[in-house]
């Protein structure tokens, strides 16, 4: 029952190339995320989106773009590979309750290494 | 950039409580608390937040004081599971669409048995 889910967990490829990581969540939520954490752990967000609709695009070359099939799909793709793209990728998603305030699920997290 | 300061690291012993502070003197009047955490190699997990009352749940408590400008986590009785980052983080409530977390360095810390 993982509520958020990323694949693949590891992956390994040479500069240059072309990759994607894909996120699903089944919770029903209605937003999503993609943070990067570098090898200093720094933890960073890079995309979000609501309702499939692009609401955050941090300082990210445009190497890196996302793609929401769906509210319950984020994915991230990367064209070029340079070796400092090397890092994990966690992908996160949530929901307003009524009230006030909302926690954010994460995924396990995609290790790339680029070589 | 982040609008917390925590200390890098922090021990406790197994079963003793675990008393995590966090600075946010700058935190206006409609921005949350929030801490979570993050165990070696998984993502962050949420524990808890509040706003300007105490609050508990099962995993922890955290106390803001009165005036805002710092809190405490306290995880009662400190488990070798409870090993982990953890992250203080201040943001808006989110009025229009939801906000991204803006994690800092946050407090390692360390339970010893």
């Known amino acids: 029952d993982t509520a958020v889910s990323q694949t693949p967990k590891y992956l390994v490829t040479q500069m240059g190339n072309d990759k994607s990581i894909k996120c699903e969540q089944n919770l029903g939520h209605d937003t999503m995320y993609w943070y990067k954490q570098d090898s200093k752990k720094f933890l960073k967000i890079m995309f979000s989106y609501n309702n499939k609709e692009l609401i955050i695009n941090e300082t990210v070359p445009n190497r890196f773009s996302p793609k929401s099939p769906d509210k319950a799909h984020l994915n991230l793709h990367i064209n070029s590979l340079e070796l400092g793209d090397s890092a994990v990728y966690f992908c996160?998603?949530?929901?307003?309750?009524?009230?006030?305030?909302?926690?954010?699920?994460f995924g396990p997290g995609t290790r790339l290494l680029v070589l | 950039d982040a609008k917390t300061t925590q200390p890098p690291s922090m021990d406790c012993a197994e079963g003793r409580a675990a008393n995590l502070p966090c600075n946010h003197s700058t935190i206006s009047g409609n921005e949350y608390v929030y801490w979570y955490r993050q165990i070696h190699s998984q993502g962050p997990q949420y524990i808890i937040h509040g706003l300007k009352n105490n609050e508990t749940n099962e995993m922890a408590s955290l106390i803001i004081t009165e005036d805002r400008k710092s809190s405490t986590l306290i995880l009662p009785h400190a488990t070798l599971r409870d090993t982990a980052v953890y992250y203080c983080?201040?943001?808006?409530?989110?009025?229009?669409?939801?906000?991204?977390?803006?994690f800092g360095k946050g407090t390692r810390l360390s339970v010893i048995a």
């Open positions: 996160a998603s949530s929901i307003t309750l009524a009230g006030g305030s909302e926690t954010q699920y």
């Open positions: 983080i201040v943001r808006l409530y989110p009025y229009s669409g939801n906000t991204p977390l803006v």
